[in-house]
């Protein structure tokens, strides 16, 4: 290299580096930070989010066949970009592509599909796991890779995180490109199954919400329903309500400042007014920290959640925070699953009831007034199981069951 730098004067290298540099491929700006994402808000209209790294107009395009025949432009030259579409069917599957526009640059490759909810469903499948975070930094565990692409060929109809999906913890005074570089890790293993199928989390207390930055990110990736209740704002899509089929879905926030270990205050009340909601096979709630089932600390005020459970005919509560797999019930046969396996280093000897220290995930299958919950491991060999049935002409009757498979001879039965 020195012996070309002797045989080149200076004028000749600078020429050079300017002639690199003009003929060098023209590389657009204009590119996705979040790619897009659904998320239903009822049986008849759907919501496109995402974010581009500059200012940018979008157009998107939709239809019932890949020739789409309707579209929606956002002209805000914004970087975040909610595009709302109305008049769906119910229960119908609708392919989308998405163009997006900064000046002379554009980009036009995106596309997927999704199908909108319907309220009249009895028999649909939903996907539960948590505690993906990996023990430091941005990057996330291979095996949470693993367990997304075992349920995206599952096919369920959604998917339900209980928390602790980053870890931001590590992290002092949180900045906002900290909080997109840890958020960017999950984002890059969960964006091929967001962008068809809804994708909903509870918030864990590695996913620091107490700060703003943190937060503010947690509400960008996620497409969660605001209807929370709380001070200031703090409920903005960390507690939440939606239905599915004949179901209710019900998401707390165990990381509340000033009511950790807790659920109190306006959420209390919140949720009492929630679960009294009506005209529902079953209710499910989620939480990120177990009410019940955890030789850990949990919930201070357990006896009186409970009792609002079983009063409003509460199917089967799912929390996380134990890194492992628990089924647990209560003397009044409430049903607690934690399914904290996703990623995060596993724990043993966390699980009051029944446990398993393995990484897994969690199918549920409601069929009418029954639900069939089966578990299984990275390998995707079936682990567990449980049932459960609600006489729905008895208040508070529940008929459950449940299996431990004869693959766990090799596991570490948790007892």
């Known amino acids: 290299m020195a012996s070309i730098f002797k045989s080149m004067d200076i004028c000749k290298i600078f020429r050079l580096i300017i002639l690199i540099v003009i003929l060098a491929p023209a590389t657009t700006g204009l590119s996705y930070t979040l790619e897009p994402a659904i998320m239903f808000v009822n049986d008849t209209r759907e919501i496109i989010r995402f974010e581009t790294d500059i200012g940018s107009n979008c157009t998107v395009e939709y239809g019932t066949t890949l020739t789409y025949g309707t579209n929606i432009s956002?002209?805000?030259?914004?970087?975040?970009?909610?595009?709302?579409?109305?008049?769906?069917?119910?229960?119908?599957?609708?392919y989308y592509g998405v163009d997006i526009q900064s000046g002379n640059d554009t980009?036009?490759?995106?596309?997927?599909?999704?199908?909108?909810?319907?309220?009249?469903?009895?028999?649909?499948?939903?996907?539960?796991?948590?505690?993906?975070?990996?023990?430091?930094?941005?990057?996330?565990?291979?095996?949470?890779?693993?367990?997304?692409?075992?349920?995206?060929?599952?096919?369920?109809?959604?998917?339900?995180?209980?928390?602790?999906?980053?870890?931001?913890?590590?992290?002092?005074?949180?900045?906002?490109?900290?909080?997109?570089?840890?958020?960017?890790?999950?984002?890059?293993?969960?964006?091929?199954?967001?962008?068809?199928?809804?994708?909903?989390?509870?918030?864990?207390?590695?996913?620091?919400?107490?700060?703003?930055?943190?937060?503010?990110?947690?509400?960008?990736?996620?497409?969660?329903?605001?209807?929370?209740?709380?001070?200031?704002?703090?409920?903005?899509?960390t507690t939440?309500?939606?239905?599915?089929?004949?179901?209710?879905?019900?998401?707390?926030?165990?990381?509340?400042?000033?009511?950790?270990?807790?659920i109190g205050g306006n959420?209390?009340?919140?949720?009492?007014?929630?679960?009294?909601?009506?005209?529902?096979t079953?209710?499910?709630?989620?939480t990120h920290r177990p009410i019940r089932?955890?030789?850990?600390?949990?919930?201070?005020?357990?006896?009186?959640?409970?009792?609002?459970?079983?009063?409003?005919?509460?199917?089967?509560i799912f929390a996380g925070h134990n890194h492992l797999y628990c089924y647990y019930t209560t003397h009044d046969n409430l049903l607690y699953i934690t399914a904290g396996g996703a990623g995060a280093k596993l724990h043993t000897r966390r699980c009051a009831g029944t446990g398993i220290s393995t990484h897994h995930y969690v199918l549920v299958s409601v069929t009418n007034n029954t639900i069939i919950g089966t578990v299984y491991d990275a390998s995707d060999i079936e682990i567990a199981n449980f049932s459960r049935s609600i006489q729905a002409t008895e208040k508070k009757t529940y008929y459950a069951s449940f299996l431990i498979s004869w693959n766990l001879l090799s596991l570490p039965l948790l007892l």
Do not use: C
């Open 107 to 237: 980009n036009n490759e995106f596309n997927a599909s999704f199908v909108t909810s319907n309220r009249d469903k009895t028999s649909f499948v939903f996907a539960v796991l948590g505690d993906s975070r990996p023990a430091s930094g941005p990057l996330m565990p291979e095996v949470f890779g693993t367990l997304i692409n075992l349920i995206e060929n599952k096919n369920p109809d959604f998917i339900v995180m209980t928390g602790d999906d980053v870890k931001l913890s590590d992290v002092g005074i949180i900045s906002r490109d900290e909080a997109v570089s840890y958020w960017g890790g999950f984002i890059n293993v969960t964006k091929s199954i967001m962008k068809t199928k809804p994708f909903f989390t509870a918030v864990g207390n590695h996913d620091r919400p107490d700060q703003t930055e943190a937060l503010k990110r947690f509400q960008e990736v996620f497409l969660h329903p605001h209807n929370g209740n709380g001070e200031m704002g703090y409920f903005n899509e």
């Open 267 to 280: 959420q209390l009340t919140w949720l009492n007014e929630t679960i009294r909601r009506t005209g529902y």
């Open 74 to 94: 956002d002209n805000t030259s914004d970087r975040l970009h909610e595009i709302v579409i109305d008049g769906l069917r119910a229960g119908t599957e609708y």
């Open 282 to 286: 079953h209710k499910f709630v989620f």
């Open 293 to 316: 089932g955890s030789t850990r600390k949990t919930m201070i005020n357990a006896n009186l959640i409970d009792s609002i459970f079983w009063e409003n005919n509460v199917t089967a």
């Open 240 to 262: 939440y309500w939606f239905e599915y089929g004949n179901s209710l879905f019900v998401v707390l926030n165990t990381e509340e400042p000033n009511y950790t270990s807790n």
